[in-house]
């Protein structure tokens, strides 16, 4: 599998700190996890990669829109004209909007399937821990929903299984964050829900990536 | 059902209101907002005021059956 993740302002930085885990679990269960990250985010390393690794799975985190995704610099590496890129792969894109045009671009060039946002994806975070973004409780349940659909790829669950278990952790959480005596929970709360409503798929319901 | 624009606004600013002041809110490429920046975004009717108003909206119509679940 290919991980991608930008890392150049403080929504990357917590997508970047939250996706190490799913970089070891997906080591841990034997899988080769190539790794594009930062200022070595471009197409031309990406299509480099897919050639030398074949992958069966692609991981983006970081910024887009409905068209693309975007690198460290915040512009466009991969848009609708490219792709092809995702031909015969199963993708899942934490990136703002990219399910709306992206999505169906990458299915009609072949790809498997394409997990992704119809809208923009919300981090609602508590800024004492700006710099240590995986001790902020207020940031995790938002980002849990998402790993989730990672963890069950990885367990070999189908795209359709995996979105449904991301919908059913984001409805267990949102119950949580109403009975909550937290004071920053109603911010968890609306951002899951946003998400949540934002996440969907194209493509092959039944595409593994196992 | 035509609904006012300064009356979603003011729903939403409220809404904003409740919420502890030390909430950040970190919003994709649009970048990353206080609580009183999106308040101020709302009342100026940006692209991302906008944007959070839809969250808001989303969240007004979701819960509802949400609650019915639990």
């Given at each position: ?158 795209v359709e299984q995996s979105v449904k278990k991301s919908h059913e952790n984001a409805k267990e959480s949102i119950l949580s964050l109403i009975n909550s005596k937290e004071p920053l929970a109603p911010a968890s709360l609306q951002a899951l829900v946003a998400n949540d409503s934002a996440l969907d798929f194209k493509g092959d319901a039944s595409a593994?990536?196992? | ?70």
């Amino acid at each position: 599998m290919i991980v991608i993740r930008t890392n150049h302002d403080i929504a990357t930085s917590y997508l970047f700190a939250f996706s190490e885990e799913l970089i070891k679990e997906a080591e841990n269960k034997g899988f080769k996890v190539a790794r594009i990250e930062g200022i070595n985010v471009s197409e031309t390393n990406l299509r480099s990669r897919i050639k030398n690794k074949k992958p069966s799975f692609i991981f983006f985190n970081g910024h887009g829109s409905d068209t693309s995704l975007f690198n460290n610099q915040e512009q466009e590496f991969i848009n609708v004209d490219s792709a092809d890129v995702f031909k015969e792969i199963v993708t899942y894109a934490i990136a703002c909007n990219c399910l709306v045009k992206l999505g169906p671009a990458a299915i009609e060039n072949g790809g498997y399937s394409f997990i992704g946002y119809k809208n923009p994806f919300w981090i609602a975070r508590d800024h004492k821990y700006e710099a240590t973004p995986l001790k902020d409780k207020i940031a995790r349940p938002i980002m849990e929903c998402s790993n989730i659909i990672v963890k069950s790829l990885l367990k070999g669950n189908t795209v359709e299984q995996s979105v449904k278990k991301s919908h059913e952790n984001a409805k267990e959480s949102i119950l949580s964050l109403i009975n909550s005596k937290e004071p920053l929970a109603p911010a968890s709360l609306q951002a899951l829900v946003a998400n949540d409503s934002a996440l969907d798929f194209k493509g092959d319901a039944s595409a593994k990536i196992m | 059902m035509e609904i006012d624009v300064n009356y979603l606004k003011n729903l939403v600013k409220a809404r904003l209101l409740a919420m502890p002041p030390d909430i950040s809110f970190s919003v994709g490429n649009f970048g990353d907002y206080t609580r009183n920046e999106l308040i101020e975004q709302v009342e100026q009717g940006t692209e991302i005021g906008k944007a959070t108003i839809d969250m808001q909206l989303a969240f007004i119509r979701k819960m509802p059956g949400i609650l019915n679940t639990q």
